[in-house]
């Protein structure tokens, strides 16, 4: 599994958790705002989600509290998944980078110049 891309969902749910323990809808929220409100999580996504990785052990439950009478469950990132964070972040990187860099110098660098769009 490790070699395989993770999907954006999860990749922006990760994220969220690098800056520290949320909850649900603070993972949602935050998501949102990373995505620049281009992915929105819907509560049962998230949470298959959540389960999911908390299966592969790339988070953890940092803490329950209950607020309003409901409870409130947090979340963070494992050492494990930080590193899988990291790995990906890189990989995208490198993909960026790689693509950028064809399109200063290929044939799609031409048809910018002029101004013509594919």
Same mark, same amino acid.
């Given at each position: ?30 998501? %949102?705002?990373?995505?620049? &409100?281009?992915? /929105?999580?819907? @509560?049962? $996504?998230?949470? =298959?989600? !959540?389960? *999911? ?31 899988? %964070?990291?790995?990906?972040? &890189?990989?995208? /990187?490198?993909? @960026?980078? $790689?693509?950028? =860099?064809? !399109?200063? *110098? ?13």
């Amino acid at each position: 599994m490790k070699n395989r891309s993770m999907q954006e969902p999860t990749f922006l749910i990760l994220t969220a958790l690098a800056a520290g323990p949320q909850h649900g809808y603070g993972i949602i929220t935050d998501v %949102l705002q990373i995505s620049g &409100e281009r992915v /929105r999580l819907r @509560a049962g $996504t998230l949470y =298959a989600a !959540l389960d *999911r990785l908390q299966s592969e052990q790339l988070i953890e439950t940092d803490r329950e509290e209950v607020v309003d009478g409901r409870a409130r469950r947090y979340y963070r990132l494992t050492g494990e998944g930080a590193s899988r %964070l990291s790995a990906e972040a &890189e990989q995208l /990187r490198r993909n @960026a980078d $790689t693509a950028t =860099a064809r !399109l200063r *110098r290929g044939p799609a660098a031409a048809q910018l110049s002029l101004g013509g769009a594919s």
